[in-house]
Every structure is written in C-alpha cells, then in structure tokens.
T-cell receptor, first 115, second 112 residues
Framework: GAVVSQHPSRVICKSGTSVKIECRSL??????MFWYRQFPKQSLMLMAT?????????EQGVEKDKFLINHASLTLSTLTVTSAHPEDSSFYIC???????????FGSGTRLTVV | GENVEQHPSTLSVQEGDSAVIKCTYS??????FPWYKQELGKRPQLIID?????GEKKDQRIAVTLNKTAKHFSLHITETQPEDSAVYFC???????????FGKGTTLSVSS
C-alpha cells in the first residue's frame, strides 16, 4: 500500500522549454506532497510542500515562478519546470505522507536533462 | 527550519566489522527520525526509523539510537556485508505534515 506513481522517469528537453512531472497516489489520498531535487552525489533537497487545494509553500531559494506546483486533487500533484536551463538538470522526486503521519512514501523519481 | 548534519560523508569498513553513522538535528520539535538507503537513480528505501518516545530500536543487524537531549541519532550496522555498500541518509521531521529534512548522506563501502 501507499504507492506513489511518478512520471516520466526520464525526460530530455531543450533549453527554454517546459517540462511537467506528475506524481499520483494510487491507493491513498495524499493531502500533502513534497518535492525534492537531488543533484549527483548530493542529498535530497526539499523544494516545496504542496497541499491539496492551496498554494504550495516553497523553500528559501527556490523560484516559485520557475517551479510551478499544482495539487488540484487528493491524488495528483504536478511540478512544472518552466523555461528550463541546463542547470535545472537533476533528479526530481516527490514524496507523500500516509497513515497517521509517520509514513512517508516516495515516487520513483524523474531524471531531467536539459540540453 | 530543521537542519540535519550527517557524518561521516564516506565510510570504509572490512566485511564483518561494524559501521556507525551519526546525525544531529536542530529542531527540538522533530520527533521522527528515519534512515534510508539509496541506490543511484532510485527512490530512497526506508531501512529503520525511530520516534522520539523511544531511545533505541533494533532490527537484526541494524539499530538506531536517539538522544533527544543532545539532539543526535545514530545508525549502527553490525557484521557488515558487501551488499550493505550504499549511500545512507538520515532524516528528521515533525509528525503531522512536515517534510523530511535529509542529511548530506554517507557512502558506505564494505570490502570483503
């Protein structure tokens, strides 16, 4: 149980274009989802927290106009990287809380390469 | 906000030895401390966790200890095996809706 499906797993896009990453909770309702970015050989850095039906809360230093997060339903949160640049190339992974609040489940991640 | 420090960044041990990874956290309100193992390009995999009302938890060769007063927690792996080689992350959060904040990770290498 508590599965989060993340798509796409890999995407290559050209500089200046936008890319949308989806995370869908398959067997539970995800009121809250978290988005992380992980550069090679580094840790998972929290980008933002999204709550269903409200605006996302972004961490300091994360541009909200560049990384658009939408959490319009209890089962779907999306991250759109707008006007992508090569420095946005990274591993993006979502996470959701389930159960009584101690359970964190992760998507399988998206490897974004901007060329 | 929460800040989690993790040491060491790399750790090399011989097969059969013990390995210890230590983390400290800054937010005294944090009450959930999981440890993850992550393979390259994959999602983190939970290996053990501890809540703040417990001082120690063990699962076969893996144990986690928590010192709330000092705000640090540690992962102990005994009788290490080559397949334990991986990147390990500690994390901390406040139960109830806050995100996990991760340490910088430890690359464990177990040589046979």
């Amino acid at each position: 149980g508590a599965v989060v499906s993340q798509h796409p797993s890999r995407v290559i896009c050209k500089s200046g274009t936008s890319v949308k990453i989806e995370c869908r909770s398959l067997d539970f309702q995800a009121t809250t989802m978290f988005w992380y970015r992980q550069f090679p050989k580094q840790s998972l850095m929290l980008m933002a927290t999204s709550n269903e039906g409200s605006k996302a809360t972004y961490e300091q230093g994360v541009e909200k106009d560049k990384f658009l997060i939408n959490h319009a339903s209890l089962t779907l949160s999306t991250l759109t990287v707008t006007s992508a640049h090569p420095e946005d190339s990274s591993f993006y992974i979502c996470s959701a809380i389930y159960g009584q609040g101690y359970g964190y489940t992760f998507g399988s991640g998206t490897r974004l390469t901007v060329v | 906000g929460e800040n989690v420090e993790q040491h060491p960044s790399t750790l090399s041990v011989q097969e059969g030895d013990s390995a210890v990874i230590k983390c400290t956290y800054s937010d005294s309100a944090s009450n959930y401390f999981p440890w993850y193992k992550q393979e390259l390009g994959k999602r983190p995999q939970l290996i053990i966790d501890i809540r703040s009302n417990v001082g120690e938890k063990k699962d076969q060769r893996i144990a986690v200890t928590l010192n709330k007063t000092a705000k640090h927690f540690s992962l102990h792996i005994t009788e290490t095996q080559p397949e334990d080689s991986a990147v390990y992350f500690c994390a901390a959060s406040r139960v109830g809706g806050t995100a996990l904040i991760f340490g910088k990770g430890t690359t464990l290498s177990v040589s046979s």
